[in-house]
Every structure is written in structure tokens, then in C-alpha cells.
């Protein structure tokens, strides 16, 4: 692990010389002056958003306030997603691209228009699998005028509507016939993501380090409103992990089925009836911060090249990093909290979200938590657990009895990988923390991968030998190398040497996934309750109650299809970490390569107290349903909460084998999939 000074700043703690006893703050900011680009911000007022339904109903309220400008960077944009909803049919409410309209044409602001920029990703290659521009590039059909012909009447099936609606606000965009709206795509520089993974340690194979280098993405999620307007003075702005896609609306019930979510066919989601639950998280910024989200905006869009009439001019921005404009902070109430924006930008050679995840979570004490999509950065693992024996082997140093070495319970809570290549990756870190056995094929398969080389080492040792003796006879044999799966988990293969070697330095894990129960499926699935009494009913019986005999695998099969159909997977889309009610960082980067080193990314920090204790205590209940936030977050309290964690997790997943109703959300996760193609 790197030295801590050169993310750190150096400083002189005084030391009592009656006690002997020195006070210093810790710096989980980067505060070294090789991160003069990413400076920490002292006058802020910080909003936290836990899911789509609060953080977007707060932008609209915000854009329609709006009165100089909108600057929005986004992974994707669905002009028909509503950002606020009611009803079940599209649309639910105020859309995207209706707001924008409205906003632009000075509809909220006496008649004056406001300049509205939109910057999102689009690559030829990334986004032939994806759906983030729904109605980019199509023919608007009946929403178009053309030569004054008569049209079809327009379409009344909400679905033609949704994408009439789509494929005319993008053409009239970047046709430039939406008076003051601009918008401009980028895609990844593959250039200088392959200058950036040079410098990243571990093993890729040909086609993960190929997909990496030809297929980066813009990740990031920023909305910018009025920064130039009256010096800033109303200034807001927002860092987030939420895209405007219309399948990252969800309220926090999290409900099997909500209608306010969207049909299928509204989104890129799975094949059940309507859009899957989702969890993110948002946070609203006021104050001397935006200083560094209005550059990094004003830098990506001036890089960005328009397309047709809709492109928009360059923007004329100047900042000063270290001198933020005086009026984004006087109107600031006394609660203020300090902020650092950082990035990965590969263009510019940044990677302080890298750098920030290895400072804060080293000096985490008593808890870390992490709730992320991709799970998927094992070298971050090792580094805490670096960071971690360091500080046990100082605790044992300054003389101090190993057993009252204080635990420290990292909670890590993630979605099933939605990719089988990313379940490996996925293994690497969960493996690195103790938890390999959570994706038991994979981690059985890693065995064998060992195994089966140390077999083939044992053969070259004997060849070898053999040649050494009589070289004229035998050749020189070839050395065996290590299988791509099996050379990443070298070191973490043997879980009950990890465990060992977790609990000699205090460090407790577990991982969960997060879970929605529907209330109504009695209802749903009458008639294949039914069938399944039929059934079991003519079937013959064992002394346990067990069906066996022809019909047993068809019972089995049916009864796993009602029980799974009382469950939906909610789709953690967050990329959050908190520690020690003293620190949390949220916004668009995953806990994996991609996001670390070859996508744009965007996050917020803070080190506030109030802000992550709040945090902290809000995310924990939603998951337990109310039953373990954290309380006052004291020692004894984490440690009590970490063991009721792990019981109810425990109970869930028995009520859920059974088809009984969950205790919150939080399951353990567990993937029984295997893969031998690496993707992270």
C-alpha cells in the first residue's frame, strides 16, 4: 500500500506533557498538495436523497426555480422519464424533456428563457448494448411536420406515445429547433485509458483489458443550476449516482409492484410485468463546492463536439479552484459541512476517487459500509486489509493485549452481478474479505484451478529434475502457468486461512443483498397454488411429508416457481460508503477497475459527522425494516448491530426458502453462478 503521505497533509500534533496524550483530527479528504486539483470545501450545505422518488421530485422543484441556467451531465437521458408521478399510465408526470421545454421557454420565470445544456454518453460500440437515449436517432413519425402533408392522427397507445414523444424531442434538439436548449454527446478516449491501466496493478486477460481500453463509457451524473446567475448566489447543484433514464425511478418501500415504476417496455429492465425496484442515492450541494462541479462540467461540454444545429456554443467559463466565486456560499445558513468533489477522468489524468476509497477506508475503526452495484475491486480489498493489520501490529507494538483489540465490521451490501462474466471479479473481492463462500461454484471452481496446477507443478518439479541429471535424454520440460481464474485468487483460495487471518486483525465481514416481498401474491398466483395442491395431493409421500415417486421433480419445480415468484431482487444501483459516522462518499463511481480507472466518474466526500451519522442511521433502518440502525453508533452499539445484522439475514433467508414475508430487505447474497471469461 502506498505511503499515506502522499494523499495526506503533513501536520505537528502537539503532545501534554503532563499526560502525554496528543489529539489530532483525521484526514479522510485528500489534503496533500498534489491534490491542489481537488480541493476540500469548507462552506457547503449538503442534502442526502435516498432513492429516485425524494431526489427527483427535489430537481423538478429546483429546475422550475431556475432562472440562468441548466447544465446536466448524464450516463443517459430519457426526455419521457418523469421526474415526479401519480397515476399508472405514461405520463405519470412532469417528463424530462416537457420540463426542460417549459423551463427554457421561460415558462417559470416571468417569460426570461433559461439556457439549458445536456451533456450525455453515446459510443457507436458501448451503446449497441444499451438503452440510454431511448428515441435518439429514430424517425419521429407522427409528432413531425413535413412539407405541409397531412399526418396520421396521432397515436393514443401510451407506448407509441412515449416513443413519438421521444424520437421528436431528440430530433427538434439536436435539429436546434428547441429554443435554448443545447445538447452534445461524447464517447470514452481509448488513448487515454490504456495510459491509465498501466499504472493499475494486477492480472487482465487479453479480451477483459481489450473491452476495458475500446469500450470506456462517461459515467457521471452532475446537474448544474444558475452558477453563473447573480454571482451564484441561488446556486445548486447535484452529484449523483441516479441517471435520467426511467428506470432508476423508485420510492424506498421498494414495493414488488409499483405502477408508478413503469412497464417494461418503458426501460431496459427484465421480463417480469413492470420496472424492478431500484435503490440509489443523490445529494444536493449549495455552496463553494460547485466551484469544481462547474469546471468539471464546463471541461467536458467544451470537449464534447455538438451535433447539427443543436450543439450549442462553447461555453466561456474560468475557475478558480482554490478562490470559489464569494456568492455560491452568502447565502448559507450556519449549518455548514465541509465537501471535496473528486473523479476519475482519464483524459485529465485524474483518479482521486481511487485515492480518496484508499485513505478514508484505512483509517475506518469500527465500521465501513459499502452498498455498490459492482462489488468488484479486490485490490481495494487487500489494501484495507493492509491498512488494517498495520494498525494491529501497532496496537500489539504499543504494548496493548492483543484480545482488546477493538473490531472493525465492514457491511457490504451489493446486487446480484447482472452479467455471469462479472461474477468472477465479483468472487476476487468477496473471496479477499472471507466471503468466497458466498458464490460457492466459483469458489469451488478456484480450488480445482489450483489444484489441478499444483498437480501439473509437482510433474515439472519431477521433469525438471530428470533433466537436470540427464539434460542429453530429457529435454527441458516447460513451465506450467497458473489458469487466469486461479492466478487472481492465489492468495485468497484457502478461505479458512483468509477467516484466520481476518480475525488476528479484528475484521469482521458479511455481505448481503437486499430483497422486496410481494404482499400480494396469494392473489397472483392463485391458480398455480392450485395445480401445486393438485399435485401434492395425488402424489405418494415419504414418512418426512416429501413428494416422491414421477411426480416428485414436477412438485419441486412448481413449488420453487410460486416461492420465487414472492420475491423480487431490488437492484442496488448505489455507490455508497460510509465509516464511522465520520465520513461518506455517494455519486457515480462503482467499487470496481472500470470506475476507478477508466470511466468518468463523479462523487461527492464529506467528512461531516452529523451528515454520516444521519446517513447511516436512515440507510440502515430502510434495509432492517426499522429494526437495526445503529443506534448511537458507539462501539458496543456497531458490535451489537453487526450480530443482529448477520441473525436477520439469517432469518430472512429461512422465511424466504419457506415463501414468508422478510423483516426489511437485507438477505445474505449468495450467486451459485460460474464463470471463465473475467469482466469487472
Known amino acids: 500500500m502506498a505511503d499515506a503521505s502522499d494523499t495526506q497533509h503533513r501536520s505537528v500534533v502537539p503532545i501534554a506533557e503532563d499526560t502525554r496524550v496528543a489529539t489530532g483530527s483525521v484526514q479522510y479528504l485528500l489534503e496533500a498538495a498534489a491534490d491542489g486539483q481537488t480541493p476540500v470545501y469548507h462552506a457547503n450545505h449538503l442534502e442526502l436523497y435516498i432513492c429516485g422518488e425524494e431526489a427527483f421530485a427535489q430537481i423538478a422543484r429546483d429546475i422550475r426555480r431556475a432562472r440562468g441556467s441548466i447544465d446536466i451531465i448524464c450516463w443517459g437521458f430519457d426526455p419521457a422519464m418523469e421526474l415526479t408521478r401519480s397515476g399508472t399510465t405514461w405520463p405519470r408526470g412532469d417528463t424530462w424533456g416537457g420540463l426542460l421545454e417549459e423551463v427554457a421557454s421561460g415558462k417559470h420565470n416571468a417569460g426570461q428563457p433559461v439556457q439549458v445544456r445536456v451533456l450525455s454518453w453515446y459510443g457507436f460500440i458501448g ?19 413535413s412539407a405541409g402533408k397531412l399526418l396520421p392522427p396521432a397515436p ?23 429554443a435554448h436548449i443545447a445538447i452534445r454527446t461524447r464517447d470514452g478516449d481509448s488513448r487515454a485509458v490504456k495510459a491509465s491501466l498501466q499504472s493499475e496493478p494486477g492480472k487482465r486477460g487479453p479480451s477483459e483489458a481489450l473491452f476495458l481500453e475500446q469500450v470506456p463509457t462517461h459515467h457521471q451524473k452532475t446537474i448544474l443550476i444558475d452558477y453563473d446567475h447573480e454571482g451564484g448566489a441561488g446556486a445548486v447543484g447535484y452529484v449523483m449516482g441516479l441517471n435520467s433514464v426511467t428506470d432508476y425511478w423508485d420510492t424506498s418501500a421498494h414495493l414488488f409492484h409499483d405502477p408508478r415504476r413503469g412497464a417494461a417496455w418503458e426501460g431496459a429492465s427484465d421480463s417480469r410485468p413492470g420496472l424492478k425496484p431500484l435503490q440509489d442515492y443523490a445529494c444536493r450541494i449549495r455552496g463553494a463546492a460547485l466551484v469544481a462541479v462547474s469546471r468539471n462540467f464546463t471541461d467536458a461540454w467544451n470537449r464534447a463536439k455538438g451535433s447539427g444545429q443543436g450543439g450549442g456554443a462553447a461555453l466561456q467559463r474560468t475557475h478558480d479552484l482554490h478562490r470559489p466565486p464569494a456568492g455560491l456560499s452568502r447565502q448559507l445558513g450556519p449549518a455548514r459541512q465541509r465537501a471535496q468533489i473528486v473523479r476519475t477522468q482519464p483524459e485529465e489524468g485524474d ?73 468472477p471479479r465479483t468472487h476476487d473481492a468477496a473471496a479477499a474479505l472471507g466471503q468466497g463462500g458466498s458464490m460457492p461454484h466459483q469458489d469451488k471452481r478456484i480450488d480445482e484451478e489450483v489444484q489441478a496446477y499444483e498437480r501439473e507443478m509437482a510433474r515439472y518439479e519431477e521433469r525438471q529434475a530428470m533433466s537436470d541429471r540427464q539434460p542429453h535424454r530429457f529435454p527441458p520440460p516447460a513451465r506450467p502457468t497458473l489458469g487466469a481464474l486461479a492466478a487472481a485468487h492465489r492468495a485468497a483460495t484457502d478461505q479458512g486461512q483468509v477467516k484466520a487471518a481476518l480475525e488476528g486483525m479484528g475484521l469482521r465481514t458479511l455481505i448481503g443483498s437486499l430483497w422486496s416481498y410481494d404482499g400480494e401474491w396469494r392473489s397472483r398466483q392463485n391458480k398455480e397454488l392450485e395445480r401445486l395442491r393438485e399435485w401434492e395431493d395425488s402424489s405418494t409421500r415419504d414418512e418426512k411429508g416429501e413428494v416422491v415417486g414421477p411426480m416428485a421433480r414436477q412438485v419441486k419445480d412448481l413449488r420453487d416457481w410460486v416461492m420465487a415468484g414472492r420475491y423480487r431482487e431490488i437492484y442496488i444501483h448505489s455507490k455508497l460508503m460510509l465509516l464511522d459516522d465520520s465520513f461518506f462518499t455517494l455519486g457515480s463511481a462503482n467499487l470496481n477497475l472500470r470506475s476507478m480507472a477508466v470511466d468518468s466518474e463523479i462523487n461527492v466526500a464529506s467528512d461531516d459527522v452529523g451528515k454520516s451519522t444521519e446517513l447511516r442511521r436512515r440507510v440502515w433502518a430502510l434495509h432492517t425494516g426499522g429494526t437495526q440502525d445503529g443506534g448511537d453508533g458507539s462501539p458496543v452499539k456497531i458490535a451489537d448491530t453487526f450480530e443482529k445484522w448477520e441473525k436477520l439475514m439469517q432469518a430472512n433467508k429461512q422465511a424466504k426458502d419457506a415463501g414468508n414475508a422478510l423483516t426489511g430487505f437485507l438477505v445474505p447474497f449468495e450467486d451459485k453462478r460460474i464463470s471463465n471469461i473475467r469482466l469487472g
Open 156 to 178: 393514443t397507445d401510451p407506448r407509441d406515445r412515449r416513443e413519438v414523444f421521444n424520437a421528436r424531442w431528440y430530433r427538434q434538439a439536436f435539429d436546434g429547433e428547441l
Open 351 to 423: 483518479k482521486s476517487i481511487q485515492r480518496l476509497y484508499r485513505q478514508a477506508s484505512s483509517f475506518a475503526r469500527h465500521y465501513l459500509f459499502v452498498e455498490n452495484q459492482y462489488f468488484q475491486h479486490a485490490e481495494w480489498a487487500r489494501q484495507l486489509k493492509q491498512a488494517r493489520a498495520a494498525y494491529a501490529a501497532g496496537w500489539q507494538a504499543a504494548g496493548r493485549n492483543p484480545g482488546t483489540l477493538p473490531n472493525l465490521h465492514v457491511m457490504v451490501v451489493i446486487p446480484t452481478p447482472e452479467l455471469v462474466v462479472m461474477v
Open 127 to 145: 451503446n449497441l448494448g444499451t438503452h440510454n437515449m431511448p428515441g435518439h436517432g429514430k424517425a419521429a413519425g407522427h409528432a413531425l411536420r
